[in-house]
């Protein structure tokens, strides 16, 4: 099922909740919103979800416009924190809940069928007559899921699916939602903060900001060519540091780093003038040098290797390398291999 919203406005008092969004999402597709807490993102799927109303703008899902349409007709699964299940119902009730309260329910046989079958999809067949307070907080997303599946849906909405479980249930519930949503040849749009969340997961991901959406991209094109300097920074960690850019090398104002040449630009500021130049964390060079430029402030090991902070100038930067002897307290010469630089002003 394929999603058009067209110049959505949304406003709470004063204050502008969505600004003129605009969205596309293709049928089967795989969309994240993320972005800072308070960018928009749940008013965004509320509005899809026909729990709330836009004051301007359209959506309409495959073609159909849907303002008009209550939330209960729109055929949209949703698994929203507010939505948690029903503490008295057993799993299996809470399951069959949505098919029972439709407007023409389907036959007793057909909804033990088709809940049973959604509980074994979602691998919690065994816990039917448990109550939600009686399984973990992984099995109860699952169940949430399983209830949000069993009208059916043309499009599945997410808010924060994962938002309350620890990191290892997380990613194995994340895996577990891709191959469901590729396998039932859903249409989904799911909210996140967590970037890593959207970036292995999505297609393509909407970057919000203040009720906007700044970029809207495939991962990877997000982490390539990031637009502008908020979405720069807003992914993958990279310092942020005062530049200088005269149309052939970038030069850093604040701390005493060596200049960049273009060449070692992913992305070149569009003028000469001030700058603001990002460097991520695999993006440095450190070597034990006569001359040095940094400080070791602290050192933890990672998947990858080991992670650095290091104060150069007035700035604290992060610097991830397969391995290094350096200790807190030693000094050492930073540079930079890589760096996105953006026009300032
Ligand atoms: N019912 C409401 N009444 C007043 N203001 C609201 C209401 N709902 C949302 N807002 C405001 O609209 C803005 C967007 O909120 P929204 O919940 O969509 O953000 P979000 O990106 O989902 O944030 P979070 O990541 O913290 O959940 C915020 O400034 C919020 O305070």
Sequence with gaps: MS???????????????????????????FVALLGPSGSGKTTLLRILAGLDIA???????????????????RRIGFVFQHYALFRHMTIFENVAFGLRIRREPPREAEIVQRVNGLLERVQIAELARRRPDQISGGQRQRAALARALAIEPR???????????DAEVRKGLRRWLRDLHRDLGLTSLFVTHDQEEAMELADRVAIMRDGQIVQYDTPEALMDRPVNAFVAGF??????????????SLHFSGAQLPSLPASALRLAPTRPGPAVAFIRPHEWSVTAQEETNATVR????????????????????EVELPASPLRPGERCQLGVTAARAYDVG
Excluded: K, Q
């Design 55 to 73: 004051d301007a703008g359209t959506v309409s899902i495959d073609g159909e416009d849907m303002t008009h349409i209550p939330a209960r007709l």
């Design 155 to 165: 499009l599945l909405l997410l808010d924060e699916p994962f938002g309350a479980l």
């Design 235 to 248: 992914l993958g960690d990279a310092a942020r540091l005062p530049a200088e850019w005269d149309g052939t």
């Design 298 to 317: 602290s050192r933890h090991p990672v998947s990858r290797g080991v992670r650095l902070e290091l104060s150069i100038g007035e700035y604290v930067v």
């Design 3 to 29: 999603v058009l919203v067209r110049g959505v406005e949304r406003r709470f008092g004063a204050s502008a909740a969505l600004r003129a969004v605009d969205l596309t999402v293709s049928a089967g597709e």
